[in-house]
């Protein structure tokens, strides 16, 4: 074996270990926000979590993939589904396009490239589920999760990484739009396909009291939602680091350090805050102010050092706190803070591109950030968030007076998980609740 | 550093990275096994699933691992144990099987390729757990998981991957029996030696009516279990894809992705049966239809592409829905679902390399499965489970005449989490259920 | 790319894969910790195992690094800080020491040895959390940990893999100090810190009653629990064969090895123990006797073979069931079982170089333990436990007379997650408990 082929090896090892800790993180979506929701809804959330991976495999495998990376024109891909061969993915390293001669690939193959974009494409997806959870229809998220994954994430990301209009630059220019591991392409569109989701559905019954006021629905397990919160940020060593889709040295190091260090100081400064501010350091604060740091590091990851990386990470934990407050304020009813996290700080972390870019990229050409670049930035973020708000917001509205978007009132206070599924997540607390009723109903939180 | 050496490299980092990916699979059927049944028993499961893995790596290091691939006949290997140097393992890469000279290896070191080995026959081992959960007793488990590892699972493994009759071709031909990753080695074995404790152990008290009729006995947390199946998940990265047991570009990013497809689309179509039949989306029908896709394509997995991934993942989600019930009409109690997962679906996988297979083996020979090898298969299955039932009942038979096989049913009553271990898995509940009887002696559904 | 660039990349990828399974074992310590202790007490449990590494990011880059790593004299290293470029860490392999060319490094990356190293230390001070749990104030912890990460971690962890004195060999000498990858830097360091931290706090208020026996005080959940050791064994393969920090084949593979076959001995010499001396085969001691062959093996596993791995996990298993009990006895409250893992085991472990040490290193130097060096093991031992308990209890002692160590002895009735966080880790639980009293204030166990 020679050392071309090498390369290809440790490359594509890189890409696949990556990609199934950005698999894993579905895991940890599921248990963060079943965590964070009540336990008359559990079952309901972890079969969203857990069946929206499945659906966007085939989805993205259908059609998905063709219209992300496909040849097409500025707005969409057009060729290249059921993966049938055409790939216009981003290549961080120079040699990652791979062609497949006798039995060996002269890059990293066309699967393993597919599997980490799909790994990708179902993160999208599990970030609405959360912020639709405890009074959505099963099979309203259902189809709308496989309309993100087969047709509106696709276009969007074809835009930023498959050779869209965002993805190229003017004219005598270097400048284009750039998000290094999905702040816009991944978070801020799940963010966007989520918002339209929540007006469109209303807040839960009972969370906003009529004088406006906000009456706090606990979760039911901080376990669950802590061990989720550490499943993703391990799950995002995979994702920034793998981002680069190759074994690059320089690169997956530095990516991995800065992630972490966002991850670690926007903990610190979300729990500050929220010590400051609700008086207490709140546990679902601490674990938000992580992924907010995570989310705001994933565009810049590359071309920042560990100093900026701290600096953006204390700035999303700042974000989030205020975030949560601000989105309850405006009544939209969020029960796991994804807004705050995935949307708020997927469009911080975008222009922390142009404020704090410094390093070269990996083909050594000079990429400072500044103002040009700031501005590209914000363009772009715009122009996604447009398109994603606007074809999401149709597609809930075409859900709702098709087939429904919303349980029975009766369902939502019984829990979706009898409504919904037949079953309970915990038959034991409930045995015991309805011990404590005369009437054998049972009491449930 | 040379090529050759880098090759080595690169492959040991690989099938050592996969082995803790399928390591980790063990917290997954812990998890998934645990919360499938009550909390009365959640100690024992847990501790049963935790120390099989102890078990295993002793009993697999002392005799299984030589009886499996040590040299010796067309049946059982006779040497190398205590890892004595001597391996017949298969080698998927040309350069696969190493020597040690001075300071380095020539191929992947034996360390490597025994660890590798040892958390597959732990596999085997944990499947049984589950199908005898809830009545059997700690010390019977224990010893038969010994004998299961230590001699059943290395003999029949040795048949098709030591080197033993099934592994080898009749003269003149090309054709032998071929199971990539495990359905039959792995998942059939496991549920051969489980249906024969299920029939020798009996059902459950209570689980069957005395009309016949099913009493369903609910796991104690859906959260748990999809939790482990997550992990599953996860886990089959390192199954499947590191049975390559090499860096082999071309076959680990198929075998991935086939992997996932096959999964996803057992998810969905166990979800639209269960639907169907049910009159629910039933959680755990979505976890045990994901698992069915996966022990499907683990045998075919290297031969065949994405599409028929996707249609060995259907049949098997159908397979598992209506295995599950077929178990129950003829009063096979099997709390989690062991039985249609890795016993029906670990056949119906080897039967599909006849099937699907379509694509060239690593080493370019063309093999294209057919009506042949699907016949090969079908007696390689066959003989296996010929061998591994008879001699697990006869185990099991001896257990039950010595030791005793199950608890008594005053202990299965109040759970084996006291008899067995003299403790419980959640105090909490048992003493707020206390709380609730004036009898003090509480109540646990 | 030449073969060396290739070597850094394989090296690289190793480096991070395995630090990024160290992280995870964060998440295990957290359930281990929270499943072992009380259900009150459980979200100032995750809380604090969450942000102790978001603090100990900050802490190591800021400080800790440069002390530990930087260059100084035999006690300290004294620049560094903020990663400077300064690099004194351990190379297991001779290119391990990279310098950064244009775009290319000719070693691992500074970024990846700190991002390792940083886990390490991270690791350190989640050890101390389990110890002094449930009476512990937040805000003490807290700066415990920053002290710890910043400064106490880095000077004894600079004595021995720093460079500093116990890493030097004396004059015409092979012989040094060798711990291969922390049971004493990590684990007993770790147990000094929590020994000194249980003696100032004292007991939690009922576990030891007026005639001097103990109360049980039983954990929550041992579904936590026991999925969190499955995670701490998993992050172990990071831990132990990561410390090679090089993709070095015999290495890797033989230390993998030799950490599961510890592992799998304590687990099983610790329930043989506990079934013998308790009467049943107590879960708790099944998983603290998996965690003291892998503490065991921690220092020895390079250099030891897979027999002497069993030996020392079969002793490491039952020193931990009588560690338990003596410290019982000794009234040192110690809600885990964390220094008896750690500090008992990281102390035998770190001997056991002495004992059975018999392979060459990796330079391929003869190598043999013997009676020389067991005494600079037990010299080694001694100098860093007394350093670290000292300096801890003068801190702790500090902290005391500050801000104050615990918390009130109603908010300890009552449960700190309330008092400290304002919040429940189960409010569905807390909420039926308190239907079952009359006065509706709820009964927590």
């Known amino acids: ?18 990609a199934f800790l950005v698999f894993w993180m579905n895991a940890g979506f599921a248990l963060l926000e079943s965590g964070l929701c009540q336990s008359k ?11 929206v991976f499945a659906i966007s495999s085939l989805a993205f495998w259908f059609v998905g ?11 969409v891909g057009l060729n290249g589904w059921l993966l049938a061969g055409v790939d216009n993915s981003p290549a961080m390293a120079a040699d990652y396009k791979g062609v497949f001669t006798s039995l060996n690939w002269t890059g990293v193959p066309l699967e393993a490239k597919f599997f980490f974009q799909l790994v990708f494409a179902g993160t999208a997806a599990t970030i609405v589920s959360g912020a639709v959870a405890e009074r959505i ?27 869209g209009f965002l993805a190229t630059a003017a004219q005598g220019s270097k400048a284009f739009f750039r998000d290094f591991a999905g702040s816009t392409v991944v978070h801020s569109i799940g963010g966007w396909a989520a918002i339209a989701g929540v007006m469109i559905l209303g807040p839960r019954n009972g969370k906003y009291r009529k004088d406006g006021s906000v009456q706090p629905i606990p979760g039911h397990s901080m376990a669950l939602a802590t ?8 799950g995002w060593f995979g994702f920034n680091p793998g981002s680069t889709m190759a074994a690059d040295v320089a690169g997956i190091a530095s990516v991995a350090l800065n992630t972490n260090m966002a991850a670690a100081a926007g903990c610190l400064s979300a729990t500050a805050v929220a010590w400051k501010v609700l008086g207490k350091p709140d546990l679902s604060m601490i674990l938000n102010g992580t992924l907010a740091g995570l989310v705001a590091i994933t565009a810049p990851c590359y071309w920042v050092g560990p100093g900026s990386s701290i600096i953006i990470g204390l700035l999303a934990g700042v974000l989030v706190v205020f975030g949560v407050l601000f989105f309850d304020r405006i009544h939209l009813d969020d029960p796991v803070g994804a807004l705050s996290v995935h949307l708020l700080n997927g469009i911080f972390g975008t222009l922390c591109v142009g404020l704090f870019a410094s390093r070269n990229d990996v083909a050594g050409l000079f990429f400072g950030g500044g103002a040009t670049q700031l501005l590209i930035q914000i363009k772009g973020a715009l122009a996604v968030g447009a398109f994603v708000f606007a074809v999401s917001a149709a597609c809930w509205l075409l859900i709702k007076v098709t087939l429904g978007i919303r349980v029975s009132p009766e369902e939502e206070l019984e ?3 009898k409504g919904e599924h037949g079953m309970e997540a915990y038959p034991d607390i409930s045995f015991i609740a309805s011990l404590t009723r005369s009437d054998g109903q049972g009491a449930r939180p």
């Open 41 to 51: 809804n559990a079952v309901n959330i972890l079969a969203k979590n857990f069946i």
């Open 1 to 18: 074996m020679d050392a071309a082929a090498l390369k290809v090896a440790a490359d594509t090892v890189w890409v696949l270990i990556t």
């Open 415 to 417: 829990g979706l998980d």
């Open 65 to 75: 993939f063709g219209m992300m990376f496909g040849d097409g024109n500025a707005f």
């Open 137 to 163: 229809r099963f099979i309203s998220f259902i189809v709308f999760s496989f309309v993100l994954v087969a047709v509106i994430y696709p276009i969007a990301g074809h835009w930023c990484w498959g050779g």
């Open 227 to 234: 061990l989720g919160t550490f499943i993703l940020w391990l």
